[in-house]
């Protein structure tokens, strides 16, 4: 199984996306690839994603069952604790707070 979220990136990505994968709700798309697929889709993904983002997840052979990557600005970025693949969460600056 490959998931792939994609948000505020160009309709071209999206049009590309929908060419190989069923697009469940907007910006996001599921399908079952072989590894050279889903690495030529992650190639697309990147030099396509302009200022948005994305996430690309798929099921492997790994304690959790799944794996997953990650491009552009995001507030939920991976973190590798001890080979488990987590999600840190960054909360936003907070600079209208007064001391």
Known sequence: MLVIVVENV???LRG????????VRAGVYVGKFSRR???????QIVSDTG???AVMIWST?????????????NRRMPVDIEGLKLVAFTPED???SSS
Do not use: H, Q
């Open 61 to 73: 052979n790994t304690e959790s069952g799944y794996d997953f990557i990650t491009v552009g600005p």
């Open 37 to 43: 697929v889903r690495e030529m889709l992650w190639k």
């Open 16 to 23: 590309r996306l929908a060419v190989y994968m069923i697009e």
């Open 51 to 53: 200022e948005g983002n």
């Open 10 to 12: 160009p309709p071209r």
């Open 94 to 96: 907070d600079t209208s």
